[in-house]
């Protein structure tokens, strides 16, 4: 994480470029980018029906990004597990890439 802290934040049109046009077959319907007190996060949200999607990404460059990435990196690598009636948290890895994946709504069974 120390590497990160000397890199520079990504551009907002770079992080768009980043975001997939759709997920899982559906098409993306909105997507957001925040930036506060340095750090940047994309939002991108995939809704049909009554599913939806949304994939995060953090910028973690700078020295804000690299403490929000030592954060989220200690989350994911714990492999906390959480499920209740409302749905579930989980960590999962995709490819080479790890993440976290949340559900929730009523119908916990309809992830793929």
């Known amino acids: 994480m120390e590497s990160l802290k000397s890199l520079t934040p990504v551009s907002n049109d770079e992080l768009k470029s980043l975001m ?17 007190l340095g750090a940047s ?6 809704k049909e029906n009554n599913v939806s999607y949304t ?14 990435a030592a954060l989220k990196m200690l989350g994911i690598n714990l492999n906390a597990e959480s499920e209740n009636e409302k749905g579930y948290k989980k960590n999962i890895t995709l490819g080479n890439a790890r ?3 949340i559900q ?6 309809n992830i793929k």
């Open 41 to 46: 996060t994309l939002n991108c949200e995939f």
């Open 99 to 101: 993440g976290t994946e």
């Open 20 to 36: 997939p046009e759709s997920f899982n077959s559906i098409q993306r319907s909105s997507f957001e980018i925040s930036k506060k």
């Open 104 to 109: 929730t709504g009523k119908d916990t069974g």
């Open 55 to 68: 994939i995060s990404i953090y910028d973690g460059a700078g020295e804000v990004g690299s403490g929000i």
